[in-house]
């Protein structure tokens, strides 16, 4: 499976990015997508995750209410939108995918940075 992440850049704090993933490969590897980010000096970090049928979602406190998860599933990708955006948000954004029931993830993107200006 291979992970094509796109969408980030800058923006000023308050603002929106939209993030999408675009998966290639086996369809069974990508029934679970998930969002990952990792800011400069800190360790990755969970976002989002959506499964294939996209009724289970699941975001971290640090982004609910904020960010939401989608999948178009004959595109196979996934999307982040990201609304009131804050200076902490700034990180590498990392796409991941992995079948269902497997306890890691096991393919992940290449990044895509994105940058919240005060």
């Known amino acids: 499976v291979q992970l094509q992440a796109s969408g980030g850049g800058l923006v000023q704090a308050g603002g929106s990015l939209r993030l999408s993933c675009a998966a290639s490969g086996r369809t069974s590897s990508s029934d679970v997508m998930g969002w990952f980010r990792q800011a400069p000096g800190k360790e990755r970090e969970f976002v989002a995750q959506?499964?294939?049928?996209?009724?289970?979602?699941y975001s971290s406190r640090s982004v609910k209410g904020r960010f939401t998860i989608s999948r178009d599933n004959p595109k196979n990708t996934v999307y982040l939108q990201m609304n009131s955006l804050k200076p902490e948000d700034t990180a590498v954004y990392y796409c991941?995918?992995?079948?269902?029931?497997?306890?890691?993830?096991?393919?992940w993107g290449q990044g895509t940075l994105v940058t919240v200006s005060s």
């Open positions: 991941a995918s992995k079948s269902a029931g497997s306890p890691v993830y096991d393919y």
């Open positions: 959506i499964t294939r049928s996209g009724g289970d979602t």
